[in-house]
């Protein structure tokens, strides 16, 4: 027997506040991965991108789970699993993590922006379906393969345009726009594998299953969702607070390229060579006393310094 599905149940009510989670997780974690680029410590620069990564996972998983509120199935109560639920918000901060180290450790190349986005789809998607297997009811879901290919899609999609977004976009309203495009992507494509359940019901009449293990939306999503809104509305503070996550840069300037934070103004590298070797070797046309007087930094260069 075919069951009949809503996704809608309270109206606009959850698409919207789904949407809007979404953009806000999107809008954070972007904004704490460019905050990354400007740090030249190593540790610092890590913190910011596990951040990141906790501020968009949770941000698409407390949109799954809002959205999920409004999904009902008229022939019999729907139900959720409490581990499977946790493990779903794991597996999403866990593989945007991933996918955000890849890109914030090896750069905006194309090689990294497609290997971290599709580790960050493909975290976003099982994440999605990871939460519909610990749902319990009085049937079974089956899925629509085209549909579900097509949902994957969208959120490898929409991981890649995500991380260079973080990689490339600095300027505020247009991360912020980001987070916008990002927050339609996460959204529809949830509404997208929502569209490929079928749900196929069970004529016994006997109680759900797994009904045991299994506890009513309202019940159990509630007091769920409070922690990642809680932690995404100190994650907006932070950003609030932080004039160079607002600025989307350091007070104006360029961040640094890779490899280059610490050095001085004059302490530029010759090709294929270590800047603190180039330092080292005499310049052309230098007298003894000309180099003996750059290395120690006082004194003044020869005309053929540089």
Do not use: K, N
């Not at 549909?147 to 309203?173: N, Q, R």
């Not at 991360?175 to 495009?181: D, G, T």
């Not at 103004?265 to 270590?274: A, N, Y």
């Amino acid at each position: 027997m075919q069951g009949t599905t809503d996704g809608f149940s309270y109206g606009l009510i959850t698409p919207v506040a789904a949407f809007l989670m979404a953009c806000l997780g999107g809008a954070l974690g972007l904004r704490c991965a460019i905050r990354s680029l400007h740090t030249p410590e190593r540790g610092r620069e890590a913190g910011w991108l596990a951040l990141a990564a906790i501020a968009i996972g949770s941000g698409v998983w407390t949109m799954h789970f809002i959205a999920m509120t409004g999904f009902s199935v008229a022939e019999t109560p729907v139900t959720y699993d409490r581990a499977t639920t946790f493990a779903s918000l794991g597996l999403a901060i866990v593989m945007v993590g991933v996918g955000l180290f890849i890109v914030g450790y090896r750069g905006a190349t194309t090689m990294a922006l497609v290997t971290g986005g599709t580790v960050t789809g493909l975290g976003i998607a099982s994440m999605h379906y990871l939460g519909m297997a610990g749902m319990r009811l009085r049937g079974s879901l089956e899925y629509d393969t085209l549909t579900v290919g097509g949902s994957v899609v969208i959120a490898v999609v929409a991981a890649t345009t995500a991380l260079w977004a973080a990689a490339s976009v600095h300027g505020l309203l247009l991360s912020m726009a980001a987070s916008l495009a990002m927050g339609v992507a996460v959204t529809g494509m949830h509404y997208t594998g929502m569209a490929a359940v079928h749900v196929h019901l069970r004529t016994s009449g006997g109680p759900a299953e797994g009904a045991e293990g299994g506890e009513p939306a309202a019940t159990l999503l509630g007091p769920m969702l409070v922690g990642p809104g809680v932690f995404l509305l100190l994650a907006a503070v932070v950003v609030i607070f932080d004039p160079l996550m607002v600025m989307g840069g350091r007070a104006g300037r360029a961040p640094l390229p890779r490899g280059r934070a610490g050095r001085g103004p004059h302490e530029r590298s010759l090709p294929g060579v270590p800047a603190q070797r180039a330092r080292r070797e005499p310049t052309y046309g230098e007298t003894a006393e000309e180099t003996v007087s750059r290395r120690s930094g006082g004194g003044s260069r020869g005309v053929h310094d540089w």
